[in-house]
């Protein structure tokens, strides 16, 4: 299972994106900016977990290593 972070700093979009780390994303935020979401068989499952621990946060998936879940 990939191992998903959420950058801790908000997009200019207003969201905060999930990134899989195991996906060579070119994204990724600074390792200091990561926050650890775990292993998750999904990205939905990764975002669902990032939603329940922020709940007023917009979270979205990175376009580019977890584009099934990028919305916006
Ligand atoms: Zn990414």
């Known amino acids: 299972m990939p191992n998903y972070i959420i950058n801790k700093n908000t997009q200019s979009n207003g969201d905060n994106e999930v990134h899989n780390k195991d996906a060579n994303c070119g994204h990724m935020p600074l390792i200091e900016n990561q926050i650890d979401l775990g292993w998750h068989a999904t990205c939905h499952d990764a975002v669902s977990y990032a939603k329940s621990k922020w709940a007023n946060n917009r979270i ?13």
């Open 60 to 72: 979205n998936g990175c376009y580019y290593c977890a584009n099934t879940c990028h919305t916006s």
